[in-house]
Nanobody, 126 residues
Framework: QLQFVESGGGLVQPGGSLRLSCAARGITFDYYTVGWFRQAPGKEHEGVSCISNNNDGSTYYADSVKGRFTISRDNAKNSLYLQMNSLKPEDTGVYYC??????????????????WGQGTQVTVSS
C-alpha cells in the first residue's frame, strides 16, 4: 500500500532551522521525481523544492527558499529530506512530500504530483 509519512515539523523561532523527513512505502522510490510542497493558511499549494530521480539528480527551488533550504534524497532508505535554515514567518504552513513521473521543474512549478502524503505542520513564530 502506497504511503508517505512526513515528520520533523514543529514550532521554531524566526532564524531557526528544521529538518523535514519523508519515508515512502509501497512505491519504487528511485524511479520518481520527489519533492516538497507547502500550503500556508488561506493560500494555494506551492512547490517548495523538487529533486529528479537518480538518473538526473537535478533540483528545483522556489525563489522564496533559494539559499535557505536544501533538498536531498536517500534511495536506499526510500526517504526524502528538506533542511530548512534561516526560517521566516512566511515559511509557516503544512509541508507535504510528493512523488511524480515529471521533471523536478514541472513537478514544482505546475504541481505535477502523482502521489502525496498527509503533511507536517511548520510554524515559524516568536
Amino acid at each position: 500500500q502506497l504511503q508517505f509519512v512526513e515528520s520533523g515539523g514543529g514550532l521554531v523561532q524566526p532564524g531557526g532551522s528544521l529538518r523535514l523527513s519523508c519515508a515512502a512505502r509501497g512505491i519504487t522510490f528511485d524511479y520518481y521525481t520527489v519533492g516538497w510542497f507547502r500550503q500556508a493558511p488561506g493560500k494555494e499549494h506551492e512547490g517548495v523544492s523538487c529533486i529528479s530521480n537518480n538518473n538526473d539528480g537535478s533540483t528545483y527551488y522556489a525563489d522564496s527558499v533559494k539559499g535557505r533550504f536544501t533538498i536531498s534524497r536517500d534511495n536506499a532508505k526510500n526517504s526524502l529530506y528538506l533542511q530548512m535554515n534561516s526560517l521566516k514567518p512566511e515559511d509557516t504552513g503544512v509541508y507535504y512530500c510528493a512523488a511524480s513521473s515529471s521533471s523536478a521543474h514541472a513537478m514544482c512549478r505546475i504541481l505535477a504530483r502523482d502521489y502525496w502524503g498527509q503533511g507536517t505542520q511548520v510554524t515559524v513564530s516568536s
